[in-house]
């Protein structure tokens, strides 16, 4: 019989409103769980986009280097949730499944001229999901059902900085403290039968992520600039012990037997890379391109062989992802009277290619739209005497993923941030 979730009924998953799961993905099995997108709030209506975006009023953790254009006397805070509603299809089946998660929270700050420093919290990868799938394998056994169940995730603490080294070039980096856990089981169980069949698969991680940045500002006419970026994100080994816990239980007796298995330094991180460009034209719009690329294809993982009942470290289960986004911002006049002309409006576009492998085959691309509104929530009197300055950044994607005779799933995400840019280092005069 076919280990897989293909080929049976998709009949039960977890509907719940999880903060630790941001996924109800049946995907989020595979690998570290389903990688999330880590850009904020402004730039989520540019389906992502950001290694070359450089603003002085927005954080932007996807490129450190862009830290060094924070304005002199702000600080910045930006906090961020989403909702969604994704549709999974198979054999003619169709379910609906929603959920909601906090997705970050991030300040930034100058402290000198030319270097800026970014803090807060980000997400790296969800688990969550819940379903079975049932298979008739003989007379004696009867119809098998596997229940498959998962939760968790990693999230990242980071810290970063940003320097402007010269006019033209800015350097940075993000560490991070990379925390969490996965819980994923299998339970098999036949209708002939009286003993069932548990696998646990665990896996707590404490340990780092370090990530490098650099942007080019390239002048092209008056009112034009063109901003180049690459980022650098470090493989290294996780120093997890990922386990396997085989566990035969039979239900008329209550007797179990269980079997641990554990791979030392089962699990780690690909080493990344990524370029972008952002066209400026004024203050009116920026048209924003990135392409990224994670080595997971180098990465073994630990999987459990049925043949040979043993849990070890497997090459050929993940393999290279690719991610391309194009993204545009644009606003009339970001000073005008008229409150329309101030909204920013965004539309991006983007493609994925999976990092696991599926029964020897590659799991789903995703193909993905997204359009939004940046909404500023002050008057210009308000800006220009220095006050807070409040952004409502709203943006709905829809992401298709699919791949011949796999699940293929139809997400709406709703995504909602709340940018705070305040003068905290002016200094006041009374007459």
């Known amino acids: 019989m076919k280990r897989s979730i293909l080929g049976g009924l998709f009949v039960a998953m977890s509907l719940s409103i999880s903060a630790q799961s941001g ?37 932007n953790t996807l490129n450190p280097a862009s830290y060094s254009a924070v304005d002199s006397l ?3 805070f930006d906090v961020g949730l989403s909702g969604q509603i994704t549709n999974f299809k198979e054999g003619g089946k169709s379910l609906n499944a929603r959920n909601s998660d906090f997705e970050y929270a991030v300040g930034q700050f100058r402290v000198m001229k030319g270097l800026g420093v970014s803090f ?13 799938a049932k298979s008739y394998l003989n007379t004696e056994v009867g119809t098998i059902t596997q229940t498959y169940s998962g939760s968790g995730g990693l999230h990242q603490l980071f810290l970063g900085a940003g320097w402007r080294v010269m006019k033209p070039l800015s350097v940075g980096f993000n560490v991070a403290y990379l925390w969490g856990t996965y819980n994923r089981s299998v339970v098999s169980s036949g209708s002939s039968t009286i003993n069932s069949l548990t696998k646990k698969y665990e896996a707590t991680v404490r ?11 390239q002048p092209l006419s008056k009112g034009d600039h063109l901003t180049l970026g690459a980022t650098m994100g470090l493989g290294h080994n996780l120093n997890a012990d990922p386990s396997c ?6 239900t008329a007796t209550s007797v179990s037997d269980t079997t641990l298995h554990v791979v030392t330094n089962g699990l780690s991180l690909p080493m990344s890379y990524g370029v972008g460009a952002a066209w400026y034209h004024g203050e ?15 990465q073994d993982y630990p999987a459990y062989d ?28 970001a000073m005008s009277v ?5 909204v920013h409006y965004r539309f991006g576009v983007g493609y994925a290619t999976p990092y696991y492998i599926i029964n020897g085959q590659d799991g789903p691309k995703e193909l993905s739209v997204s359009a939004g509104f940046g909404v500023p929530l002050w008057t210009v009197g308000w800006n220009r005497k220095g006050n807070m300055r409040p952004v409502l950044n709203i943006s709905a994607q829809w992401a298709h993923s699919s791949a011949k005779d796999l699940i293929t799933e139809n997400t709406f995400r709703l995504n909602l941030g709340l940018t705070f840019n305040e003068r905290w280092f002016a200094k006041w005069r009374i007459d």
């Open 338 to 342: 008229k409150f329309l002309n101030r």
């Open 23 to 59: 996924t109800n993905s049946p995907y989020s099995q595979y690998g570290l769980g389903v990688l999330t997108d880590q850009s904020q709030g402004f730039n989520r209506g540019m389906n992502g986009v950001g290694l070359g975006l450089r603003m002085g009023d927005v954080v």
């Open 207 to 217: 340990n780092y992520n370090l990530s490098f940045g650099l942007q080019w500002d």
């Open 74 to 76: 702000t600080m910045i």
């Open 306 to 333: 049925d043949n040979t009942h043993t849990y070890t470290l497997r090459s050929g289960l993940l393999k290279d992802r690719t991610k391309v986004n194009v993204g545009f911002d644009y606003v009339p006049s």
């Open 245 to 250: 816990s085989i566990i035969n239980h039979n």
């Open 120 to 132: 807060g919290v980000l997400p790296y990868s969800n688990v969550g999901y819940e379903y079975e």
């Open 284 to 298: 009116k719009w920026v048209l924003a391109a990135d392409m990224t690329l994670q080595k997971w294809g180098s």
